[in-house]
């Protein structure tokens, strides 16, 4: 397996709509390997999702895993992934993204969607997400569209680089004991 170079903002590959997989093309093993280094290549970087335009793939493939710090997210493969979102409430929070580095903003995203795709072999699934899952799904499908965070913002007031988050954005830290 190998890591991948990851495209940046600017790339034209991240504004173009990707092209979906057949199942045919899915089976190959060079889209196997595919999967398996965009895998490797999203726990390199400590990502919780990365899509395929982010690695200069133009295809509807993307891969999700948490490890549970904001919600743990079982190891996912989405092949030619549908979305419906679900009516109800919307969740302001935190993104960022390994195509944006060094940079966090808030985006209002809904709490539950319906996703219908091909799992890695190219068996049909269909479930319900919510909270964080839900989160990394829009997240990762916009860039499946050729979207980015950043044009879901409502608001560019809260962007901020990483460093400044924690110092001027996140609440302060509990008083430590006293040394004894
Ligand atoms: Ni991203």
């Known amino acids: 397996m190998s890591i991948l170079k990851v495209s940046r903002l600017g790339h034209p590959v991240l504004r173009e709509k990707a092209k979906l997989l057949s199942p045919a093309v899915l089976e190959k093993p060079e889209i196997q ?68 580095p060094d940079l ?31 989160r990394v799904i829009q997240h990762e499908y916009d860039h499946l569209m050729g979207g980015v965070y950043l044009d879901r913002m409502g608001d560019l007031h809260t962007l901020t680089h990483l460093e400044e988050m924690k110092r001027y954005w996140m609440p302060e830290p509990e008083p430590s004991e006293p040394e004894r």
């Not at 295809?59 to 092949?79: D, K, N, Y």
């Not at 969607?113 to 919510?130: H, I, S, T, W």
């Open 104 to 134: 966090r903003g808030r985006v209002a995203r809904h709490a539950r969607l319906q996703v219908e795709a091909l799992d890695r072999r190219g068996k049909p699934m269909k479930f319900v997400a919510e909270g964080f899952f839900a």
């Open 33 to 100: 390997t595919l999967i398996d280094n965009m895998i490797e290549t999203m726990f390199e970087y400590h990502g919780v999702g990365l899509a395929a335009p982010q690695v200069h793939e133009s295809l509807m493939l993307a891969v999700i895993e948490s490890e549970g710090e904001r919600g743990r997210i079982p190891l996912t493969v989405l092949v030619n992934p549908v979305v419906t979102l679900m009516e109800g409430e919307m969740i302001e929070d935190w993104e960022g993204c390994l195509s944006i």
